[in-house]
C-alpha cells in the first residue's frame, strides 16, 4: 500500500499512484477504518414494512446514527447559555457612580466583570444626562462582584448626570422583576484578560434495550399441504410487523430500568429498559379546549423561536387530537394554507404553513394504543439521535434436538431528543413528565383563571387585562399564590422570563 505523502500545507494527505477505493482514502486521512470512512445505510425495506403503523421507529431508523460500545450511554441535550437576568427587588436611583444590581441566586453568575447588560424597559438619557430617551433602554457596565451578597456591581452607561461635563452618571430607578439582557463584554484599551466561559453540559443516563423476536418453523408444519395456503413467509411477515408495533410502543411509552437476571448455565446478566420518549420532553403543553388557528400559530412560535431552532417541525398525533386540527375554522384567516405534501422522509403528511415554519402533521397509531388520542408530540425530525449497541441481523439456526428451525431477528439499541424545542401536547389531562423544565397552557380569554396555582404558566393568545394591564397577547404569564391574613388564596401574576434549563 502507498505511503502519504505531504501536499502543499504540510499534512500527509497524497497519495501518489492510488486509485480512488475506500481503503486508500482511509489511509490517507490517517488510518480512518472503512466503516467510518463511509456513510452507513439502513434497511429501506424494514423502513417501508408497515411504516404507517410506526411512524417514530421510522423516523429513530433515518435519525443520526451513533454507534456506541455500552448499552449504558451518558447522553447530552445541550442547549444554549441562558443570556437574562431578572431583577428581585426595586433599585432605587442613585446618583453614585455604582451600586449593587439586585438578581436571583441562579442569575449572580451569568454577569460576569466588563460585560453589558441592557436594561429593558428602563429608558436611558440623553449625551448630556439630562433627558430620558423613552424607547432607548438603559444600558449597564458590569464593574465586579459584592463581596456581601454576590451580586453584581454595576455602573450606568447612558445614566443621568448632574452636569453634563460630569465623567460618570448615576443609575434611575429600575423596578423589581425588570429583564436585562446580557451583551457582549467590553474591555479598557491594553486588556487581554478576561474571565473564561467553562460549559458543561450535564449528561442524562440513556440505557439501550435489547429486543429480539423469535420464529421456530417445524419440517412437518413446512411440508404439509395446508387448506388454507399459506407458508412461514407470510407467519415471518406477521412476526416482524409485530415486532416493530411493540417496539414503537417501547419507544414511546417504556420506562428505564436496569436489573439483574439469574440465567440457566450463564449465570447472573444485566437486563436493560429504555426511556421512552414521551418522558424526556422538557416542554409540555397542557392543552384544554378546541384548537384554533391562533392557538396552532402559538405553537408554532414556541417551537421556532426557542434558543434552539430546528429546521422542521413534525407532530406525531393520536386520532382525536388529527380530528380537532382537521376541523379548526379557517373562516378568518383565508390566508392560511393547509395542504398534502410528501415530504424528506416520504411519507405523505398534512402542510399547515404559518409565518414562523411549517408543521407537518401525521398520525401516530401507537398514542391511540397508548391511551394518548388527545395528545401528540412536536418534533425536531433533525433532533434525535439513534444510539446503536448491536445493530439489527437476523439469524437462522437448527432447533437442538428437534426437527425445526429458528428464525430470528436481534437488535439493541435507543433513541433520544437534542435539545429543547420539542413539545410535548398533553390532552388527556393525566400524565407528565417529572423531568419537564417547564409546563404551560393556551389561554384565549381576557379575564385571569380562576383555577390557576402555584407556578402555572399560561401562554397569552389575546391582550389578558384580567391579570394584568400589561399583559399582550403572544406572552407568558406565570401564577404565584400566597395565603392572606383570613388564610384565603391570593393569585398575583408576573410576566414569565425563565428560560429552559435543559440537561
Keep these: 500500500m502507498s505511503t502519504p505523502t505531504m501536499g502543499s500545507a504540510g499534512a500527509n494527505t497524497q497519495v501518489p499512484g492510488a486509485p480512488a477505493a475506500v481503503s486508500s482514502a482511509a489511509n490517507a486521512t490517517g488510518g480512518i477504518d472503512a466503516g467510518n470512512f ?32 455500552s448499552p449504558e450511554i451518558e447522553h447530552y441535550m445541550i442547549d444554549e447559555a441562558r443570556c437574562q437576568l431578572i431583577t428581585t427587588q426595586d433599585m432605587q436611583h442613585s446618583q453614585q457612580m455604582q451600586a449593587v444590581l439586585p438578581v436571583r441566586a441562579c442569575d449572580q453568575a451569568l454577569a ?21 430617551t423613552p424607547g432607548k433602554d438603559l444600558m449597564l457596565f458590569t464593574v ?14 447612558n445614566g443621568p448626570k448632574n452636569s453634563p461635563a460630569d465623567e460618570f452618571c448615576g443609575i434611575p430607578e429600575i423596578p423589581q422583576g425588570t429583564e436585562c439582557v446580557i451583551l457582549a ?16 453540559p450535564q449528561p442524562t443516563k440513556v440505557y439501550l434495550q435489547k429486543r429480539g423476536m423469535n420464529q421456530v418453523v417445524s419440517d412437518y408444519f413446512e411440508s404439509q399441504k395446508k387448506r388454507i395456503p399459506f407458508s412461514k413467509a407470510i407467519i415471518a411477515e406477521q412476526a416482524i410487523a409485530n415486532f416493530k408495533v411493540r417496539g414503537n410502543r417501547t419507544l414511546w411509552a417504556g420506562r428505564a430500568g436496569k436489573f439483574k437476571m439469574n440465567v440457566p448455565k450463564m449465570g447472573m446478566q444485566y437486563v436493560y429498559c429504555t426511556e421512552g420518549l414521551r418522558w424526556q420532553f422538557k416542554r409540555e403543553l397542557q392543552h384544554e379546549g378546541a384548537w384554533t388557528v391562533e392557538r396552532i400559530i402559538a405553537l408554532a412560535k414556541m417551537f421556532f423561536t426557542g434558543e434552539d431552532v430546528p429546521k422542521t417541525a413534525l407532530l406525531l398525533a393520536g386520532k382525536n387530537l388529527l380530528e380537532q386540527i382537521q ?17 424528506s422522509i416520504g411519507w405523505t403528511v398534512t402542510n399547515f404553513h404559518t409565518v414562523f415554519g411549517d408543521i407537518e402533521i401525521k398520525r401516530e397509531p401507537t398514542l391511540d394504543r397508548l391511551g394518548w388520542s388527545n395528545s401528540g408530540a412536536l418534533i425536531g425530525e433533525n433532533r434525535l439521535v439513534h444510539y446503536v449497541y448491536s445493530a439489527e441481523h437476523s439469524f437462522s439456526d437448527r432447533v437442538e434436538g428437534e426437527e425445526a428451525t429458528r428464525n430470528g431477528i436481534l437488535i439493541w439499541d435507543a433513541v433520544a431528543l437534542k435539545g429543547g424545542c ?13 423531568d ?46 400566597t395565603k392572606g391574613p383570613d388564610l384565603k388564596t391570593i393569585i398575583t401574576w408576573e410576566e414569565y422570563k425563565g428560560e429552559i434549563s435543559v440537561e
Design 38 to 69: 463511509v456513510e452507513t445505510d439502513i434497511d429501506d425495506e424494514l423502513f417501508r414494512f408497515n411504516s404507517d403503523d410506526t411512524p417514530l421507529m421510522n423516523l429513530m431508523l433515518k435519525a443520526k446514527r451513533v454507534k456506541v460500545n
Design 112 to 132: 460576569r466583570p466588563y460585560s453589558t447588560l441592557l436594561v429593558k424597559g428602563v429608558p436611558g438619557y440623553d449625551e448630556s444626562g439630562s433627558l430620558p
Design 144 to 157: 465586579g462582584y459584592d463581596p456581601t451578597t454576590n451580586n453584581p456591581v454595576v455602573r450606568a452607561v
Design 185 to 200: 463584554n467590553s474591555l479598557y484599551e491594553t486588556q487581554k484578560e478576561v474571565d473564561p466561559d467553562l460549559i458543561v
Design 327 to 343: 376541523c379548526i375554522d379557517f373562516s378568518r384567516h383565508p390566508e392560511i394554507q393547509i395542504t398534502t405534501k410528501t415530504n
Design 422 to 434: 420539542h413539545i410535548w401536547i398533553d390532552g388527556e389531562g393525566a400524565a407528565t413528565t417529572e
Design 436 to 481: 419537564a423544565t417547564m409546563r404551560f397552557r393556551m389561554w384565549d380569554k381576557t379575564t385571569a383563571p380562576e383555577n390557576a396555582g402555584e407556578g402555572d404558566i399560561y401562554y397569552l393568545t389575546c391582550d389578558c387585562p384580567g391579570i394584568s394591564a400589561e399583559a399582550r397577547i403572544g406572552q407568558l404569564w406565570c401564577a404565584h399564590s
